[in-house]
């Protein structure tokens, strides 16, 4: 693809700054780790039409971390499917469809999501549907790495094991924080690729804010693995783009001052910038 996702990656990153600025909520850190992996979905995986979303070949994505649902905005306009100053203008004002979390009324949207714990369970429904039916669709559903402590992930993994839905991948943004601190001290996954594997899956871990690693790591799961589901386990880091963002729970579901604002736009804009000159060199 000639397209440089990686000054992509940082343009929805800008457009979300403003999404949440403008309407002052969001999720500033979840949207901003997951950027890498959404622009690699929408712009270089997904097999998806804006032009028709609900055409029965297609790929089925869910965003299963639903708070980080203004970086799925991001994406979603820029591929077409919605636009972009609709979007910008009425985001979480009051009676707009462009709720602060995952609305199927939407196009390109499969599964209202928020309540964690919920999107790789109705993942493997959809994934048993198209096996049954003989089609060859895939499933994707991204997961945050706090939101693995919820019971039904696990349920949800054991069943894609046992139906051998090899159709399916899961991706984790691990970006080692949830709401209140570290995954680490909240519930922690320090052995979460022999977990995965210990449950059936095959695991690739991959950098999550790398675009090139990220590409290579979803074509591997297209592979075939004789009836086993693929887990791409993405190593990011939450608030990654903006400096004194990165790593800092706090960012979790933070509204940037003006002057923090005006920060990161800087920093977003240089950085579009020196992309802007690794392509035209
Ligand atoms: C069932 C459920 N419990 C609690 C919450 C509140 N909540 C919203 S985001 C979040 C933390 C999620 O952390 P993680 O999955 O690591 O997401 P990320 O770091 O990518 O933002 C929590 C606990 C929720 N949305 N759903
Ligand atoms: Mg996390």
């Known amino acids: 693809m000639s397209e440089n996702l990686k000054k992509t990656a940082y343009e929805l990153r800008d457009y979300t700054l403003d999404l949440i600025y403008g309407a002052k909520t969001g999720h500033m850190g979840g949207d901003f780790s997951e950027a890498e992996i959404m622009t690699a979905l929408y712009f270089g995986v997904l097999n998806v039409d804006p032009k028709n979303p609900e055409d029965p ?10 708070h980080s649902v203004e970086m799925y905005y991001a994406a979603l306009t820029k591929r077409g499917f919605l636009d972009a100053d609709d979007v910008m203008n009425r985001y979480s004002r ?3 469809p462009y709720i602060g979390h995952p609305n199927n009324k ?3 949207i499969e599964m209202n999501s928020g309540s964690l714990g919920h999107g790789l369970p ?7 549907g198209l096996q049954m039916d003989g089609k060859p669709n895939r499933v994707y559903v991204l997961m945050g790495d706090g939101e693995l402590a919820e019971g039904s992930v696990w349920e949800g993994a054991m069943a894609a094991a046992h139906y051998k839905l090899d159709n399916l991948t899961a991706i984790v943004d691990r970006n080692r924080l949830q709401i209140s601190g570290p995954t680490e001290t909240v519930m922690h996954h320090d052995d979460l690729a022999a977990r ?8 690739i871990v991959t950098e999550g804010n790398d675009i090139d690693a990220l590409l290579k790591a979803f074509a591997e799961a297209k592979t075939e693995s004789n ?3 693929t887990v791409i386990i993405a190593e990011t880091t939450k608030g990654k783009g903006v400096s004194f963002m990165e790593n800092k729970a706090g960012w979790h579901h933070k509204v940037p001052t003006a002057e923090e604002y005006a920060m ?5 804009a ?6 802007s000159e690794e392509v035209t060199a």
Do not use: H, N, Q
């Open 57 to 66: 070949g297609r790929d089925y994505f869910i965003l299963s971390k639903g």
């Open 94 to 96: 009051f009676g707009s």
């Open 106 to 108: 939407l196009p390109g």
């Open 122 to 128: 109705v993942s493997v429904g959809i994934a048993k």
């Open 196 to 203: 995965f594997t210990a449950f059936g899956w095959r695991v």
């Open 227 to 229: 009836g086993v589901p």
């Open 264 to 268: 990161a736009k800087k920093e977003l």
């Open 270 to 275: 240089a950085k579009i910038a020196e992309l």
